[in-house]
């Protein structure tokens, strides 16, 4: 809202000083200056006032403002008011400025001030972030040899107790923090929640040191566009390469909180419930997380959301993927919108059925959840803290903030169910 209020003045003031000069046929640097002065304290005062939240949103717009104000009265006090006798380059200054507007804004435009996703519970929840070193992987990103380090943000109550443990794994080209409300809504209900950050598969992942490590451009290009610059095969090569990478640093966060919790260590560790975890993720971090459901025998639920489960591919040709028929051995909630089919994904098997519908039906234990009116952004907060660029990866015609509280509640339901034995669970195959 703010956003588009500021805007909306700077563009009125800009084309009625514009309107004003073309019919008076004269400059008004005086009162140019006094306007663009007012605007950038007004700016200042609201930001002061903590009524625009984010310096870094609004700040450079007051900047730009101050300083047109200053050429503005350098102007008026160099050459006074003068006539205007080149009408078309007047209004090319002004669209300049608008120009400039939208280019000090661009902060402001992509990450609009939105009031935060309230969370159900009532326990007042804690943040830790750790960064640890595996010791046993060599960091294949980088060349110069170094372990691998993984950065977790801890969500958990502030109250003592003892609580489940959900993990979460973020999507390709995403934040440790994509599902901030989901951890959130976890966390305030009694739930000790560990965001895995994947570094290098990551947007971005800022340790504990201050160190921001940035996406691998190559791993994010393939993430993008590979499958259609690759062939089947050559795809499920990488596909097995990042469920790997991605696989063993859940099993590295998992037995590194362990063996805290089971040394008695304080804070986070020590509320922590280690005989009952969960595992949940968007996109490429719900099939990693999947996978590991396969391979460790602690794990008592897993929620995919909206993640091609790439861990159950077995082979691909030149007609698709194919997959095993195993029966998964967990509880499993596997959550996609009703636009799998208008992405394509389904045709990626040829004439067998897409892999998470598979593996759900023959599993004794698993569930499947479709959203209408979804799209594949619509199962984290980015279309809440960034439309423009969720718009981007594809977000549905319903309302997202609706769209990720069902979500988020269908998250808690289902781990309050495996997870903490409570008896109801009415989710519905279709919301």
């Known amino acids: 809202m703010w956003t588009n209020i500021i805007l909306s003045l700077l563009a009125a003031v800009e084309t009625g000083f514009l309107v004003w000069d073309l019919i008076s046929k004269k400059t008004h640097y005086r009162f140019k200056t006094f306007a663009r002065f007012g605007l950038a304290a007004i700016i200042t005062l609201l930001m002061l006032s903590g009524v625009l939240e984010g310096y870094w949103r609004y700040a450079g717009i007051a900047l730009l403002l101050t300083m ?42 992509m990450f609009p001030q939105t009031q935060p996703i309230a969370v159900t519970g009532e326990l007042p929840a804690a943040t830790a972030l750790y960064t640890w070193t595996d010791e046993s992987r060599v960091e294949a990103f980088s060349s110069n040899g170094g372990k691998r380090g993984v950065t977790v943000q801890f969500y958990y109550p502030e109250s003592g107790g003892s609580y489940p443990l959900a993990v979460y794994s973020h999507g390709a080209c995403s934040t440790p923090d994509a599902n901030d409300s989901t951890c959130r809504e976890l966390a305030s209900n009694g739930y000790v929640v560990a965001a895995v950050g994947h570094p290098y598969h990551a947007m971005f992942v800022t340790d504990t040191d201050g160190n921001t490590i940035p996406v691998d451009s190559e791993f994010m290009r393939l993430a993008m566009s590979g499958p259609l610059t690759h062939t089947n095969a050559e795809m499920l090569a990488y596909y097995r390469e990042w469920m790997k990478t991605r696989a063993d640093d859940i099993n590295f966060v998992l037995d590194t909180i362990l063996a805290h919790a089971e040394a008695n260590e304080p804070d986070v560790f020590a509320v922590i419930d280690t005989e009952h975890i969960g595992l949940f993720g968007h996109s490429m971090g719900g099939a990693a997380c999947e996978a590991v459901g396969r391979q460790r025998e602690d794990i008592d639920a897993v929620i995919v959301m909206e993640g091609m489960l790439l861990g159950e591919l077995t082979g691909a040709d030149e007609t698709g993927f194919t997959y095993g028929s195993t029966p998964y051995p967990l509880p499993l909630l596997d959550i996609n919108s009703d636009s799998i089919a208008s992405r394509g994904m389904d045709k990626m098997f040829g004439s067998r059925e897409y892999v998470n519908f598979s593996i759900v039906k023959s599993s004794p234990d698993a569930k499947e959840v479709t959203f209408r009116n979804a799209a594949h952004m619509n199962f984290c907060d980015l279309p809440i803290t960034s439309p423009p660029i969720a718009a981007m990866f594809g977000v549905g015609s319903r309302d997202p903030r609706e769209c990720i509280e069902a979500v988020n509640g269908i998250v808690l339901e289902y781990f309050n169910h495996y997870l903490k034995g409570n008896s109801s669970l009415d989710i519905a195959a279709e919301y």
């Open 68 to 109: 047109m104000g200053i050429i503005s009265l350098i102007t008026l006090k160099k050459r006074g008011e003068r006539e205007i006798t080149k009408p078309f380059s007047r209004v090319m200054r002004t669209v300049g400025s608008l120009t400039l507007y939208i280019t000090f804004m661009l902060p402001a435009i």
